[in-house]
């Protein structure tokens, strides 16, 4: 499907990086892209041109829509509008990987406008579209795979701002979360509890709660999706050894690994090898 779709229709929407189009359906194009830009200064704004999903798939790097700041990482989605204002900064470095879709005005799709927290289920039917587009298919299951992706999105959403926070208090407790996020990212997934909230300047008590109400989960519990996701990212550039895996992103061995998985996904690395892989 690839041949079909012009990289230029994504290159200047939405920022720089490389890649190209896995597919195009009336209306609708599906880019692969990656971004080795790095640096903690904010670049040029762009102004997005499409509506069109942007899911990250690995890395993480600070993103400002329309004024607002998010630190976007392989659970985070952006649903945005022709018009946008789109800046970027990379402060742990650059070679974020992340999947755009692309739509025109007649194509109706019903997404909320903003930030979306990918889920589980989420982030398998992105990745396995990926691997779906590179191993090759045709428009029929291209149209079933995106559409089964959006309406997974769509039926998720980020968490709401409590009712009791004043605005520049739920501002700064999402900079303390992005900063924390920062950093588990940035050091491998393997700093403890203690370490990370002296990095970012809070107790641990306070950044446990705080991260809770940002993000809508606990701290292990996003840590361990987030290692899961580079685990996944790793398998799908041909990765073999789950045991190296296991070591490089914190996990106690492989059978933890398969044990963190299996709770996450319902399936086994072994499984998920077949799944996102592009061949």
Same mark, same amino acid.
């Given at each position: 499907?690839?041949?079909?779709?012009?990289?230029?229709?994504?290159?200047?929407?939405?920022?720089?990086?490389?890649?190209?189009?896995?597919?195009?359906?009336?209306?609708?194009?599906?880019?692969?892209?990656?971004?080795?830009?790095?640096?903690?200064?904010?670049?040029?704004?762009?102004?997005?041109?499409?509506?069109?999903?942007?899911?990250?798939?690995?890395?993480?790097?600070?993103?400002?829509?329309?004024?607002?700041?998010?630190?976007?990482?392989?659970?985070?989605?952006?649903?945005?509008?022709?018009?946008?204002?789109?800046?970027?900064?990379?402060?742990?470095?650059?070679?974020?990987?992340?999947?755009?879709?692309?739509?025109?005005?007649?194509?109706?799709?019903?997404?909320?406008?903003?930030? /979306?927290?990918?889920?589980?289920? *989420?982030?398998?039917?992105? &990745? %396995? $579209?990926? @691997? =779906?587009?590179?191993?090759?298919?045709? +428009?029929?299951?291209?149209?079933?795979?995106?559409?089964?992706?959006?309406?997974?999105?769509?039926?998720?959403?980020?968490?709401?701002?409590?009712?009791?926070?004043?605005?520049?208090?739920?501002?700064?407790?999402?900079?303390?979360?992005?900063?924390?996020?920062?950093?588990?990212?940035?050091?491998?997934?393997?700093?403890?509890?203690?370490?990370?909230?002296?990095?970012?300047?809070?107790?641990?008590?306070?950044?446990?709660?705080?991260?809770?109400?940002?993000?809508?989960?606990?701290?292990?519990?996003?840590?361990?999706?987030?290692?899961?996701?580079?685990? /996944?990212?790793?398998?799908?550039? *041909?990765?073999?050894?789950? &045991? %190296? $895996?296991? @070591? =490089?992103?914190?996990?106690?061995?492989? +059978?933890?690994?398969?044990?963190?998985?299996?709770?996450?996904?319902?399936?086994?690395?072994?499984?998920?090898?077949?799944?996102?892989?592009?061949?």
């Amino acid at each position: 499907m690839a041949d079909d779709c012009d990289d230029e229709g994504w290159r200047g929407s939405s920022g720089p990086g490389e890649g190209h189009c896995l597919g195009v359906l009336p209306g609708l194009r599906l880019f692969d892209m990656t971004c080795h830009l790095s640096g903690r200064h904010y670049g040029g704004t762009a102004y997005l041109p499409a509506y069109q999903v942007i899911l990250g798939r690995s890395g993480g790097y600070l993103r400002q829509v329309n004024g607002v700041e998010t630190f976007a990482d392989a659970t985070s989605c952006l649903v945005a509008r022709p018009g946008d204002e789109l800046r970027v900064a990379h402060p742990i470095g650059g070679g974020d990987t992340f999947t755009a879709v692309q739509w025109d005005d007649e194509v109706e799709l019903e997404l909320p406008h903003g930030e /979306l927290t990918v889920g589980d289920a *989420g982030d398998l039917a992105h &990745r %396995a $579209l990926v @691997a =779906a587009c590179h191993r090759g298919i045709d +428009s029929f299951e291209l149209a079933d795979r995106v559409h089964h992706l959006l309406r997974t999105l769509a039926a998720q959403s980020a968490p709401d701002v409590p009712v009791t926070a004043r605005p520049e208090t739920w501002v700064a407790h999402r900079r303390l979360v992005a900063r924390a996020i920062a950093v588990l990212i940035g050091r491998g997934y393997t700093v403890g509890l203690d370490d990370l909230a002296a990095e970012v300047g809070a107790s641990a008590p306070h950044l446990s709660r705080i991260f809770h109400t940002v993000t809508g989960q606990s701290l292990t519990a996003y840590r361990n999706r987030l290692r899961v996701r580079a685990v /996944l990212a790793d398998l799908a550039d *041909g990765a073999p050894n789950l &045991r %190296a $895996l296991a @070591a =490089a992103y914190g996990f106690a061995d492989q +059978s933890h690994l398969t044990r963190v998985m299996r709770r996450h996904l319902g399936r086994l690395p072994s499984e998920m090898q077949q799944l996102v892989r592009p061949s």
